[in-house]
């Protein structure tokens, strides 16, 4: 599975589902070494529209977490402070490069991705009955 | 300038805090959970000025101190300087935003059209006091039946999809194709680790663009927007237009650092204005000026106020209130506000001292038998 899908969509996933779905893959990925865990800061460059120069917005607070796990680096970075969800999808991240496991890591990620694409859509159609025909008199 | 080491004190600065969060109620993880769903604007206001996204801390620090911003966005910063700076995301591009509100009050055809998204423009200003009574009441006001989301999605041309899928450009390059901007200036994508940062390096004026939009995406809005509301009522140079103003979710893109590949680590509510100024131009010129605001959360007072202090403070001859080193040095909010709060603690030596001067100037004009009463310096802990 392309890595953008995967770590896109389980960094926005439910935290819960995507724990106990990586309980169930830790013996197939054994051994496992932690090389990162950690919270700290992610800074958000914009481009504005007067000069098309950039400049900071502001920071994030992210976690990050970078194993090796199943043969393979796992890497995944996710907005908030929750480390043990940054380290599962870094777990997910590697099995999905070492090939541990990939029909199983393809079929959650996927319905997942669906479970987001349907909350997208509904906010979508929200905002679509807000549009205004103007007109001038 | 003198200082005088305090001493004692402990158990009433013990009891004092104590009596706070007696009298704010008591702090939950609960409690904070609802503020962070139930009071999104406000979360957004603390993030954008402690210029930390964190919606999970800025509702903590709102409950840990009551619901008072200033000591709720201190708080965000302070935690914010405990935190190593490990990324940096590539930068945010308006049309790329997934927008949810987007309007223009200076064309009303913009491409992609005008969307209301979530807001409360056109709602009637009336409590509704049915729910202190029980009742459910729903939040929308009007008395109006709104299409079904799939009559919605099925009779408009631009469906949902569309929406989050970049089909709204920015109103002022629909404008640069018309000829009525200047064209942007050719140039190589920006470094998002090499940008001008006033969190590392301090402001000097005129300041690099890059640390006036920062300063203003981490400004005060009260302070903005008194600053801006002066420039509207007249005391400005300019008579501005809501060129666009935009409210959306931007991703924030990170790079994998093995494989170099380019994800999303999450999504950030963030919210930009534009506004235009007409017949400013030099002969030649094109007649039209923007200025330009924007911040993390959905802040529309903020952008609007801070984007007409752009187009303020880029004239040639501002007003004194509007000249850059005014407006940046006096809307930051933790300066400005711990500047306020610092002259409530002890200045027993800097006011004895001058009642001293008084007292020496009294004293050569006193007729006889005339007294000042005492100062006591020696009374406590003083500057």
């Given at each position: 599975?392309?890595?953008?899908?995967?770590?896109?969509?389980?960094?926005?996933?439910?935290?819960?589902?995507?724990?106990?779905?990586?309980?169930?893959?830790?013996?197939?990925?054994?051994?496992?070494?932690?090389?990162?865990?950690?919270?700290?800061?992610?800074?958000?460059?914009?481009?504005e529209t007067v000069r098309?120069?950039?400049?900071?917005?502001?920071?994030?607070?992210?976690?990050?977490?970078?194993?090796?796990?199943?043969?393979?680096?796992?890497?995944?970075?996710?907005?908030?402070?929750?480390?043990?969800?940054?380290?599962?999808?870094?777990?997910?991240?590697?099995?999905?490069?070492?090939?541990?496991?990939?029909?199983?890591?393809?079929?959650?990620?996927?319905?997942?991705?669906?479970?987001?694409?349907?909350?997208?859509?509904?906010?979508?159609?929200?905002?679509?009955?807000?549009?205004?025909?103007?007109?001038?008199? | 300038?003198?200082?005088?080491?305090?001493?004692?004190?402990?158990?009433?600065?013990?009891?004092?805090?104590?009596?706070?969060?007696?009298?704010?109620?008591?702090?939950?993880?609960?409690?904070?959970?609802?503020?962070?769903?139930?009071?999104?604007?406000?979360?957004?206001?603390?993030?954008?000025?402690?210029?930390?996204?964190?919606?999970?801390?800025?509702?903590?620090?709102?409950?840990?101190?009551?619901?008072?911003?200033?000591?709720?966005?201190?708080?965000?910063?302070?935690?914010?300087?405990?935190?190593?700076?490990?990324?940096?995301?590539?930068?945010?591009?308006q049309?790329?935003?997934?927008?949810?509100?987007r309007i223009s009050a200076a064309f009303?055809?913009i491409?992609?059209?005008?969307?209301?998204?979530?807001?409360?423009?056109?709602?009637?200003?009336?409590?509704?006091?049915?729910?202190?009574?029980?009742?459910?009441?729903?939040?929308?006001?009007?008395?109006?039946?709104?299409?079904?989301?799939?009559?919605?999605?099925?009779?408009?041309?631009?469906?949902?999809?569309?929406?989050?899928?970049?089909?709204?450009?920015a109103v002022a390059d629909w404008q640069r194709?018309?000829?009525?901007l200047?064209?942007?200036?050719?140039?190589?994508?920006?470094?998002?680790?090499?940008?001008?940062?006033?969190?590392?390096?301090?402001?000097?004026?005129?300041?690099?663009?890059?640390?006036?939009l920062?300063?203003?995406?981490?400004?005060?809005?009260?302070?903005?927007?008194?600053?801006?509301?002066?420039?509207?009522?007249?005391?400005?140079?300019?008579?501005p237009t809501v060129n666009e103003l935009r409210?959306?979710?931007?991703?924030?893109?990170?790079?994998?650092?093995?494989?170099?590949?380019?994800?999303?680590?999450?999504?950030?509510?963030?919210s930009q204005a534009e506004v235009v100024d007409?017949?400013?131009?030099?002969?030649?010129?094109?007649?039209l000026r923007l200025g330009f605001t924007a911040?993390?959360?959905?802040?529309?007072?903020?952008t609007i106020?801070g984007a007409m202090?752009d187009l303020?403070?880029?004239?040639?001859?501002?007003?004194?209130?509007?000249?850059?080193?005014?407006?940046?040095?006096?809307?930051?909010?933790?300066?400005?506000?711990?500047?306020?709060?610092?002259?409530?603690?002890?200045?027993?030596?800097?006011?004895?001292?001058?009642?001293?001067?008084?007292?020496?100037?009294?004293?050569?004009?006193?007729?006889?038998?005339?007294?000042?009463?005492?100062?006591?310096?020696?009374?406590?802990?003083?500057?």
């Amino acid at each position: 599975m392309d890595q953008h899908t995967l770590l896109s969509t389980l960094a926005r996933a439910d935290s819960g589902a995507v724990k106990a779905f990586v309980e169930d893959l830790i013996p197939a990925l054994e051994p496992i070494t932690v090389r990162e865990n950690r919270t700290g800061l992610a800074m958000l460059p914009m481009e504005e529209t007067v000069r098309d120069e950039a400049f900071y917005l502001g920071e994030v607070l992210i976690a990050e977490a970078r194993v090796r796990a199943g043969g393979a680096e796992g890497y995944a970075a996710c907005m908030g402070r929750d480390l043990e969800l940054a380290l599962a999808i870094a777990l997910l991240d590697a099995a999905n490069a070492g090939g541990v496991e990939l029909g199983r890591v393809e079929a959650f990620v996927e319905a997942q991705a669906a479970a987001l694409a349907a909350e997208d859509e509904a906010l979508g159609q929200q905002v679509e009955r807000t549009r205004v025909e103007l007109e001038t008199f | 300038m003198a200082y005088v080491a305090a001493r004692g004190g402990e158990r009433a600065i013990a009891a004092s805090e104590e009596l706070h969060g007696r009298l704010s109620g008591p702090l939950s993880g609960e409690l904070v959970r609802a503020i962070e769903r139930q009071l999104p604007y406000l979360v957004d206001r603390v993030m954008g000025e402690g210029s930390l996204y964190a919606p999970e801390l800025a509702a903590l620090a709102l409950a840990q101190t009551g619901g008072d911003l200033y000591e709720a966005v201190l708080l965000l910063r302070a935690y914010r300087s405990t935190q190593p700076r490990i990324a940096y995301a590539q930068p945010v591009r308006q049309g790329e935003l997934r927008t949810v509100r987007r309007i223009s009050a200076a064309f009303k055809d913009i491409p992609g059209g005008q969307i209301l998204g979530p807001s409360l423009d056109y709602s009637h200003r009336l409590l509704k006091l049915g729910v202190l009574d029980g009742q459910n009441v729903e939040l929308g006001m009007l008395n109006v039946e709104l299409p079904s989301e799939q009559e919605t999605s099925s009779a408009d041309e631009h469906s949902a999809f569309n929406i989050q899928h970049s089909t709204l450009p920015a109103v002022a390059d629909w404008q640069r194709a018309e000829g009525l901007l200047e064209p942007l200036p050719a140039g190589e994508p920006a470094d998002p680790a090499g940008l001008p940062d006033v969190t590392r390096e301090p402001i000097s004026f005129p300041a690099p663009r890059a640390h006036r939009l920062q300063s203003l995406a981490r400004a005060d809005t009260g302070g903005v927007l008194a600053l801006g509301y002066a420039s509207m009522r007249g005391y400005g140079m300019s008579h501005p237009t809501v060129n666009e103003l935009r409210l959306g979710y931007a991703e924030l893109t990170l790079r994998h650092p093995v494989t170099g590949v380019a994800f999303s680590a999450g999504r950030v509510r963030v919210s930009q204005a534009e506004v235009v100024d007409t017949g400013a131009g030099k002969p030649g010129e094109s007649p039209l000026r923007l200025g330009f605001t924007a911040t993390i959360g959905w802040n529309e007072v903020k952008t609007i106020a801070g984007a007409m202090l752009d187009l303020e403070m880029s004239a040639p001859d501002p007003h004194p209130a509007h000249r850059e080193e005014f407006v940046l040095y006096h809307t930051e909010p933790v300066e400005s506000s711990g500047f306020c709060i610092h002259y409530k603690l002890p200045h027993y030596v800097t006011f004895g001292s001058a009642l001293d001067n008084l007292r020496k100037a009294a004293g050569e004009g006193r007729r006889e038998g005339e007294t000042l009463p005492e100062a006591t310096p020696s009374a406590g802990e003083a500057k």
